[in-house]
């Protein structure tokens, strides 16, 4: 049994009598500690003291690396086996199956809806499409050459004050209409971003098209009467965003979690996951990946980047991942999916450097023991290349589909009793007690 699935309880190898026995030599005296779910609470160590003045023992974990912050029934990941699943059912069957929205229903709501549902939702969401033409303007208020990300951050956030009611989170009914409006209005506000940098007139949201139809059109339509975009292209788009929608705690979810424990409103607090994703860490590492393959430039100069690869001289970009340690399931999905964008947009010639790169890198004895496989970002960049993207909507087209997943994980934590104000601790490494000196004297 894998450490995520002790941690999830699969497989009852942490039943509730379990115990850890802890001995505090500074003291001599020994703790009993529970152990639920293969977790140990943080607090129980508190108790573990030297005397009646000392605060108690604490967990010291930057980047929180082995601390779980909540207990979730949204998205499993077993990353030592390459398992990715939303509300328990496998990202293969969805990627394959369903549809964007009905995987953001299947998040917010926990289970797959009935037709009857599906329809519902489908509506509610075409129908909210819309922003106040104000936000328009907010958007065009940016330069000329404003990164669209920055320009998706600032536009969410503004939307709180567009509705007040959002921040009424105790009500049911707020807490729902809030949640459509963000998965509803987050392309068009992407794609006003985008006809923004381009100079291009906005186009407005058309009700007759699907959901990634629809974005198509937003993004590309000119002076057609109706865009209607290549199939194939719209269910490639349709794949990345199911891929894309949920990935348990990761930074910008942990940032949402985090901010939407002050009990702002869930614009704001999705606002905070878009900056988590703005950073190069984690929204951007398929436009790392677009450079590196037009940097080796042709399949012959593959073995000499290898090589400079594994002397450390730098890194395989797409490649490695914190949790997997096997093959990512979304990279699998993700390059069939780019067989079929090609199909339309013609070949891309780094497709077949990225080909050779993954396939001397899966038999490389460097990159095979150190479990490097490739990640959600190796083929992803290239598709987005293909629709026409520059690598600056690269995290723009990320953070579409994520907001399900985002608002999936907020509304869970607000119905969370145990959750409260996000607070870490610290060690303090400061002085202490000094006396103030006059500006003079220093
Ligand atoms: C994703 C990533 C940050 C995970 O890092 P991590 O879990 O902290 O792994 P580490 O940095 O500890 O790497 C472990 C070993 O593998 C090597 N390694 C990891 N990723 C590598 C890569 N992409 N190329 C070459 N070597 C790599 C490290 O040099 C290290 O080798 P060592 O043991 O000889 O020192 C890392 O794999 C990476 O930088 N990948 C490229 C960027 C990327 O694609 N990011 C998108 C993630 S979705």
Same mark, same amino acid.
């Given at each position: ?267 704001? @607090?999705?606002?905070?996951?878009? @900056? ?145 104000? @996000? ?20």
């Amino acid at each position: 049994m894998t450490q995520t699935e002790q941690q999830d309880g699969g497989g009852g190898v942490a039943g509730a009598s379990e115990t850890l026995t802890v001995t505090d030599n500074r003291t001599g005296q020994s703790y009993e500690i529970p152990i639920t779910d293969g977790t140990v609470r943080a607090m129980d160590l508190r108790q573990i003291k030297t005397g009646d003045d000392d605060f108690g023992l604490m967990t010291y974990d930057p980047a929180y690396t082995n601390t779980a912050s909540c207990r979730s029934s949204v998205t499993f990941i077993d990353g030592d086996v390459g398992i990715l699943e939303y509300r328990g059912y496998p990202i293969e069957q969805l990627a394959e199956k369903s549809t964007y929205l009905e995987v953001a229903y299947l998040l917010v709501y926990g289970e797959l809806p009935t037709q009857q549902q599906l329809d519902w939702w489908v509506n509610e969401i075409t129908l909210h499409t819309f922003v106040h033409e104000n936000v328009k303007e907010f958007v065009g208020g940016f330069r000329h050459d404003a990164h669209p990300m920055g320009m998706l951050l600032g536009a969410v956030g503004a939307l709180s004050t567009f509705y007040p009611d959002a921040f009424d989170i105790d009500d049911p009914a707020s807490r729902e209409i809030q949640t459509i409006r963000l998965i509803s209005k987050m392309p068009t506000l992407a794609a006003f971003a985008y006809r923004h940098i381009q100079g291009r007139p906005y186009v407005y949201p058309d009700n007759d098209l699907a959901y990634p139809d629809n974005f198509l059109s937003m993004m590309y339509k000119m002076t057609e009467l109706k865009y209607e975009p290549d199939p194939r292209l719209s269910r490639a788009l349709d794949i990345l965003f199911i891929l894309h929608a949920d990935h348990e705690q990761n930074c910008s979810t942990s940032a949402v979690r985090s901010v939407g424990s002050s009990q702002v409103d869930p614009y704001s @607090a999705v606002a905070a996951g878009i @900056a988590a994703l703005y950073g190069p860490l984690h929204g951007g590492a398929n436009e790392a990946v677009l450079r590196m393959l037009r940097r080796i430039e042709s399949v012959d100069n593959i073995p000499g980047f290898i090589e400079g690869v594994k002397a450390g001289n730098e890194r395989l970009m797409g490649f490695g991942h914190r949790v997997y340690k096997n093959y990512d399931p979304r990279a699998k999905i993700i390059k069939s999916a780019a067989e079929d964008v090609f199909e339309v947009t013609g070949r891309n010639p780094l497709l077949d450097i990225a080909l050779e790169l993954e396939k001397i890198a899966l038999e490389d004895e460097y990159f095979v023991q150190r479990k490097l496989y490739p990640n959600v970002d190796f083929y992803s960049g290239l598709i987005y290349e293909a629709l026409g993207l520059p690598v600056e909507m690269f995290p723009v087209m990320f953070a579409i589909p994520r907001t399900s997943g985002w608002i999936a994980q907020w509304l869970e934590m607000t119905q969370d009793g145990e959750q409260k104000i @996000a607070r870490p601790r610290q060690i303090y490494t400061g002085d202490r007690g000094r006396d103030y000196v006059p500006i003079a004297s220093r």
